[in-house]
């Protein structure tokens, strides 16, 4: 995935780019990207400029530099075209509707905070897929050393009913999928 979003921001011109990660190609041929450690996500358009998709694209508070990696990181576009964010900094999945409202799709299991979700994909019948490791929260956290609320699982939320489930239970530092 890092490698992907490096070559686009290099085939540009672009730089000043520190973690080029979570690629996904939009329906009309752009690229967009992330920057986790800067929280920033960008878009590399067909006719080769990047420009600003998002910022404080996974964390929404200006103290983002106690985090590692406060950024969002994988990206995903569903069946409808609206871009879907793994961000890291505010431990949570969400959804960019075409108003450029954030729709929250998943922030908790069984009511503790997600860790940091990571890569994500969607499947043909829009089930959404996401790894959960603390690769967002390493370092200080919210004033205190981070403390992950629950084991670094692999994630299905059903397009249904919006309900989460462990799809791969424990996984040691789960990355891309």
Do not use: M
């Not at 973690?19 to 690229?31: H, R, S």
């Not at 919210?142 to 249904?160: F, I, M, Q």
């Amino acid at each position: 995935d890092s490698d992907v979003a490096r070559c686009a921001a290099r085939d540009a011109g672009a730089d000043g780019f520190q973690f080029a990660e979570g690629p996904a190609w939009t329906p009309d041929g752009a690229l967009v990207f992330s920057d986790p450690n800067t929280n920033v996500a960008y878009r590399w358009t067909p006719d080769g400029r990047v420009r600003v998709e998002r910022e404080k694209s996974g964390y929404e508070d200006d103290d983002f530099g106690r985090l590692r990696q406060p950024g969002s990181n994988g990206l995903a576009f569903d069946a409808q075209g609206r871009l879907t964010l793994c961000e890291h900094g505010n431990r949570r999945v969400t959804r960019i509707e075409p108003d450029g409202k954030v729709t929250v799709l998943a922030d908790r299991y069984r009511g503790k905070r997600l860790n940091s979700p990571n890569d994500l994909v969607y499947r043909s019948d829009g089930a959404l897929y996401f790894t959960d490791p603390p690769f967002g929260i390493l370092g200080y956290y919210e004033g205190h050393k981070a403390t992950p609320e629950l084991p670094t699982n692999v994630y299905r939320l059903d397009p249904a009913n919006g309900s989460l489930t462990v799809v791969a239970g424990d996984v040691e530092r789960p990355n891309g999928l």
